[in-house]
C-alpha cells in the first residue's frame, strides 16, 4: 500500500492546533493512516489532574477503532510537534501502537525543522507484550 505521506504530515500538523496542554504547553499531533485509506487524527489532551493526559498517539488509535479499525488495521502514523528536533513517542504509546499497527508498519516523527525520525513498531517496541503465546 502506497502511504500519502503529505497527506499524514498535513493532517498532523492541522491537529496539533487542536492540543489541550495546559499543564506542558507541549503539544503533539498524530495522524494515522487505516488498511481502507482513511486517515484518523488524535492531539494530547491534558487534565487538571494531570495524570489524566492523554497522549495524540493513542488518541488517534483510539478515534480509529472507534471508526472500525481493528488489530493490525492501522498501517502508518505521522507524529507532528512544532519543536526544533523530532521526539519518539511514549512507552505507553508504543504497546497501543504494537497492538494495532503491523511489526513492520512506519512510524515517523516530524517537528517544524528539518529534523526527522523513522521507525518500524518492531524498532520501537521490540519484543512487544501480547496476550498470546509466542508473542
Ligand atoms: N505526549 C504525547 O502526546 N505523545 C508522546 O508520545 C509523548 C508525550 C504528550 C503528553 C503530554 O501532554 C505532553 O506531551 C508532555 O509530556
Known amino acids: 500500500m502506497t502511504i500519502p505521506w503529505q497527506e499524514l504530515e498535513q493532517a498532523a500538523q492541522q491537529v496539533v492546533l487542536n492540543a489541550y496542554v495546559p499543564a506542558s504547553g507541549f503539544s503533539v499531533g498524530a ?34 477503532v472507534a471508526s472500525g479499525v481493528r488489530p493490525g488495521g492501522v498501517r502508518a502514523l505521522v507524529l507532528y510537534t512544532p519543536t526544533e528536533k523530532a521526539v519518539s513517542p511514549c512507552g505507553a504509546c508504543r504497546q497501543v501502537l504494537a497492538e494495532f499497527m ?33 508473542g
Do not use: I, Y
Request: net charge negative; with cysteine.
Open 31 to 64: 495522524a494515522l493512516l487505516d488498511e481502507s485509506g482513511t486517515v484518523h487524527r488524535g492531539c494530547n489532551v491534558e487534565n487538571a489532574s494531570f495524570s489524566l493526559t492523554s497522549c495524540a498517539e493513542r488518541n488517534a488509535v483510539f478515534a480509529a
Open 102 to 134: 503491523p511489526a513492520q508498519a512506519p512510524v515517523r516523527a516530524l517537528c517544524k525543522g528539518p529534523d526527522q525520525k523513522e521507525w518500524t513498531v518492531e524498532q520501537l517496541l521490540p519484543d512487544a507484550f501480547a496476550m498470546k503465546e509466542g
